[in-house]
């Protein structure tokens, strides 16, 4: 019997995607506006685990935080701050830490996809940063959180962790947590390569939408995005390996609020040089007002760090409570 709480983060590692537009924050505005107690993060504790510039890190988070509010999110009606800020984690990933086995976070996928060959040269925290996510949903009993398909094992190790914690210490203490992956586009890929995830991390530039991107560029990359010569099919299930052009109807259909089903009926048996316009005008209609308010908030970086430090100041006063029931719960 734990209240509902919802909880997400996303990292200010680089600018925001279309992925992270479509898997994360437009869904944290819909839970928002479904009137759920919400706390949003920017995760910049998670973006040191691999290097990041000091100045740009900075910038990042405040653009950021601009991203999460012209998407909609209200700082009146949903927390809004920035990790680092909020002690809390910090402090409940140590104890997670001390929790969470060796052998369950060597089984995390998105570790060894981003240690690659080079795992005795990454960063602890990058190995550690499973422990961290869980504090930072743990840290506020969140019972939901919203999260791209990217997350999910990442979720499971949260909920094995509340689960450890809870038969150690022979408590009911921590929620666990349920993860929320849903929508048309829980995995939006690579407009390059659609055997990979659209990520701000990605090399090449023309791979992703950044939030950032004017009308131009947007429709650019969508006309040059790979696709393959056949036209659309009648039903979903003739795009089943055809991974480019299901990603653009998935996009399509999220930015539309449409199903996928739908937009293949609508668009079945035309070509790509017909779909793609289309899908461009979309993308800019829907996009453009995000990008037009983002630049006018990152023009008053003060206001933004205001927001923030209210946001973490609302974080501190949930989760400090909760933190020092673990503390009397450990014995501290
Ligand atoms: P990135 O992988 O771009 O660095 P984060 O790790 O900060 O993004 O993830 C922030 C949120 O955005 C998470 O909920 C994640 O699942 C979601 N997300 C990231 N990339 C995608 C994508 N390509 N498709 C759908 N959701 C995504
Ligand atoms: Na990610």
């Known amino acids: 019997t734990f209240t509902p709480r919802i909880f997400s983060g996303i990292q200010p590692s680089g600018g925001l995607t279309l992925g992270n537009y479509l898997g994360a924050l437009k869904r944290f505005v819909e839970k928002q506006d479904e009137g759920i107690e919400t706390i949003y993060c920017l995760v910049d504790m998670h973006a040191i685990t691999v290097w990041q510039d000091p100045e740009k890190l900075r910038q990042q988070t405040r653009e950021g935080a601009a991203a999460f509010i ?6 009146a009606r949903s927390i809004l701050f920035n990790q680092s800020q909020v002690t809390a984690h910090a402090e409940l990933g140590w104890i997670f830490n001390c929790v969470a086995r060796m052998g369950w976070m060597s089984r995390m996928t998105q570790f060894k996809d981003k240690a690659g060959k080079n795992s005795e040269n990454v960063s602890l925290g990058l190995f550690a940063y499973p422990a961290l996510m869980a504090a930072d949903i743990l840290a506020y009993k969140a019972t939901h959180v919203p999260v791209g398909e990217d997350q999910k094992q990442h979720l499971e190790l949260t909920r094995d962790i509340a689960i450890k914690f809870n038969n150690d210490y022979k408590v009911n203490f921590f929620p666990v ?126 206001e933004i760090d205001r927001i923030l430090g209210r946001g973490a100041e609302q974080a501190e006063a949930i989760a400090r409570p909760i933190l020092n029931d673990v503390y009397d719960i450990v014995g501290m």
Request: charged share 30%; net charge negative.
């Open 177 to 302: 947590t349920e993860p929320v992956i849903e929508g048309a586009a829980t995995r939006v890929m690579s407009l390059r390569d659609g055997s990979k995830k659209m990520s701000k991390s990605d090399p090449s530039d023309q791979s992703r939408i950044n939030l950032t991107d004017d009308a131009d560029a947007i429709s650019a990359k969508i006309r040059k995005a790979k696709t393959d010569p056949e036209p659309l099919p009648e039903t979903l299930d003739g795009l089943k390996d055809r991974p480019e052009a299901r990603n653009l109807v998935n996009i399509y259909a999220a930015l539309s609020g449409q199903s996928a089903e739908s937009v293949v009926a609508e668009f079945a048996g035309a070509q790509f040089g017909t779909f793609k316009p289309r899908l461009a005008e979309l993308a800019v209609a829907k996009l453009s007002p995000i990008t037009t308010e983002m630049n006018r908030l990152m023009r008053d970086p003060a």
């Open 70 to 75: 012209a998407a909609g999110i209200d700082p």
